[in-house]
């Protein structure tokens, strides 16, 4: 679920204050402490996926047999060979001491491990996302800074306007609109694009590069589409709160032209907030592209997520659940690790 | 953020009495609060949107009857195109698909209402209750919120609605339990800023204890930013609604647009290029959360001025 756009982040990326005390010296401290409360936050991802998923309805083992018939006894064996047997605790202790290292389980319905699925499945998501947010986070910093530039103006107000609309709407509906339109083609448009998947399986080397791009067109520009008003709202109004600065006239007093102003010394203060942004974007993007993955039949992490609940298939669902939690801490991590040597205002 | 504050009411009982001057007060600040809200032309449009969709939602019995949900005596044959008969066409059952997006209003505004609500009331509790009294037990259950802000929300829902039964009821626990940490953070700063302020100081010296300070001076001041964070989260609470009844996981009894845009899927809409079972649908919903979050930007610039929304 997308947050509320509005408003500039006014606060530290993790949504905390971080913290204004201490000197230069104190990085390695602040440091630290990001460290420790990541670290803090993956163990309490770790225990909510365990518990929070032992209470999913369904008997796995029945899952596992795919309704094939089987003994009463083959039942119990199967239970022994998942662990299944053991008091809840003990599966919890294990569960963790597996976790720790790098051991998510076994899937029930792949009989693969969990890692290796994971492993095989994010290279496509990771495509998939990062082309997304790397283009809508370019389009929203450059549309946002347009819009605050030209405040109250008529293109101000379509870009909004039509920012507004497009994150209103549905992303697997405009997925699948998409799909009608441009893969299946309706009146006088012709079928385009690929309906789903990511390569059609009969090229290699450049050709293979050309085919993903040509799978990836309608799923990037639905993520896209859905995406960067986030960006470009927050870029707008933290522009706007730098317009109203002094550096600003005094650097339009020494004769600079309006767009040095505006790319010299405007720019580069408002973007922090929206750097910020960007990265706790990219650890959202993981978890969010499950409709998209899902509409697209795109072979990445969502999809997975999505075949994996409805068996359901508990260890692959803890791992992919860690996985999406983990990314979400790492990029918080990584914003809040950055953000004060990006200001030197904050954090130090 | 706060309105524009007149001094609190005085203690003396003579004529006329503390709560008419309290009331008084009030009005005031709704007339001033109306009058700013008028400038903002967006914020307009999405409330006459509302009220649009609201009055369908209301009056959904007597516009297309109660009984368009049934599927044994669907009017027309299955996935008509659109007619005179059918504006719209039909599904794959032979239902009015008009019938049912008008119907399937009553059902978004509900569970986005109620969801919003439910998360912000959670986030306001937990916002005033940690901004207020501070210390390990503030800081105890911010830790909790943060927690709940690094899970992803979308997957968190899904599992929650996985895990309950499919009731109309589950959707709006999920939605709420999973997003009202954003809420709490914003409230807590904001009733941190607000009991820095003398009047606070002085209701205390005059032996006003916890419950007095919160209910009566701490939350009327964050009040108008939780009326912008519920607008703004409804419509993402109906998006997320939306979301689930596309994935199975609604009530399969309950006509939803999220719900449609499933049978839509099913029916094969997309494959055959049925775009008039699929867009209208998809259109209600954009609408709706649009309408919301017009609404919500333009309460959030007449309470800070400073965010520069467009007129």
């Keep these: 679920m997308r947050d509320a756009v509005d408003g500039p982040v006014k606060t530290g990326p993790s949504g905390s204050a971080p913290t204004t005390s201490g000197t230069r010296t104190a990085y390695p401290l602040y440091v630290a402490g990001k460290l420790g409360g990541a670290a803090v936050s993956l163990l309490a991802v770790l225990v909510t996926s365990f518990f929070l998923f032992r209470i999913i309805p369904g008997d796995p083992v029945k899952a596992m047999t795919h309704g094939v018939p089987t003994s009463a006894e083959q039942l119990a064996t199967l239970r022994k060979q998942f662990g299944l047997d053991l008091p809840l605790w003990q599966q919890f202790t294990d569960y963790c001491g597996r976790a720790l290292t790098g051991d998510l389980g ?9 890692g290796e699925l994971i492993a095989e499945k994010l290279p496509a998501t990771l495509l ?15 549309l946002g800074t347009r819009s605050a530039w030209r405040n109250g103006s008529l293109s101000d107000r379509v870009n909004t306007g039509v920012a507004l609309t497009l994150w209103s709407v549905p992303s697997f509906w405009l997925g699948l609109l998409l799909i009608i339109v441009f893969s299946v083609g309706i009146g006088p448009v012709p079928g385009m694009f690929p309906t789903g998947g990511m390569e059609s399986g009969d090229s290699s080397g450049f050709g293979y590069v050309l085919d993903v791009a040509h799978h990836m067109v309608l799923p990037v520009a639905t993520l896209v589409a859905v995406g960067y008003a986030q960006t470009l709202l927050v870029m707008r109004s933290s522009l706007l709160d730098e317009m109203g600065g002094d550096y600003l006239t005094t650097a339009r007093a020494k004769g600079l032209r309006d767009d040095l102003v505006r ?9 922090l907030p929206t750097v910020t942004m960007v990265f706790i974007n990219l650890g959202h993007v ?3 592209s499950i409709l998209v993955e899902t509409v697209f039949s795109w072979p990445g992490l969502g999809g997975l997520f999505y075949q994996a609940l409805s068996v359901p298939d508990l260890p692959l669902v803890q791992g992919l659940f860690v996985v999406f939690a983990g990314a979400m801490i790492l990029m918080n991590l990584l914003a809040d690790l950055l953000y004060p040597l990006l200001d030197p205002r904050v954090g130090r | ?40 032309r967006a914020g307009l449009l999405g409330l006459a949107g509302l009220a649009f969709i609201a009055l369908i939602a209301l009056f959904a019995p007597l516009l297309v009857g109660g009984d368009v949900q049934s599927v044994t005596n669907a009017p027309g044959t299955a996935l008509e195109k659109p007619s005179g008969e059918f504006p719209l066409g039909t599904d794959q059952f032979g239902r009015s698909l008009l019938g049912l997006l008008i119907w399937g209003a009553r059902i978004s505004l509900t569970v986005g209402l109620l969801a919003a609500a439910l998360s912000v009331a959670i986030g306001t509790l937990v916002g005033v209750i940690a901004g207020h009294y501070g210390g390990w037990f503030a800081t105890v259950v ?8 690094v899970m992803p929300t979308l997957v968190l829902a ?7 039964s499919r009731s109309i009821w589950t959707v709006i626990l999920a939605i709420g339990v999973t997003s009202w940490p954003t809420t709490a953070r914003l409230v807590r700063a904001q009733t941190i800023a607000v009991e820095s302020r003398p009047y606070i100081e002085r209701a205390r010296a005059l032996g006003g204890g916890h419950g007095h300070i919160m209910t009566r001076h701490v939350l009327p ?20 609604e939306a979301t689930l009844a596309f994935l199975g996981l609604g009530d399969p009894l309950i006509i939803s647009w999220g719900g449609m845009l499933q049978d839509a899927r099913e029916a094969g809409a997309v494959s055959s290029g049925h775009w008039w079972y699929l867009a209208p649908p998809g259109i209600a919903i954009a609408f709706v959360a649009l309408a919301f979050t017009l609404c919500g930007r333009a309460i959030e610039a007449v309470l800070n001025p400073k965010l520069g929304v467009a007129r």
């Design chain 2, 1 to 40: 953020m706060t309105l524009e504050k007149t001094p609190p009411a005085s203690a003396d009982p003579s004529s006329p009495s503390a709560s008419s001057l309290a009331w008084a007060r009030r009005r005031g600040s709704v007339a001033r609060f109306w009058k700013e809200y008028r400038t903002h």
């Design chain 2, 158 to 164: 899904i599992v929650l609605a996985t895990v309950m």
């Design chain 1, 286 to 288: 993981a978890a969010g």
């Design chain 1, 106 to 114: 076994t899937s029930y319905q792949f009989h693969a491990p969990v």
């Design chain 1, 128 to 142: 998939l996302t990062g082309t997304a947010v790397l283009i809508y986070s370019a389009l929203g910093l450059w």
């Design chain 2, 221 to 240: 001041n964050v009040m108008p930013l939780v009326l912008a964070q519920t607008t703004l989260g409804i419509s993402s609470a109906i998006l997320t």
């Design chain 1, 263 to 271: 790319r010299r010394h405007a720019v580069p203060n408002a973007l």
């Design chain 2, 142 to 149: 911010m830790r909790i919120t943060d927690w709940f802000l």
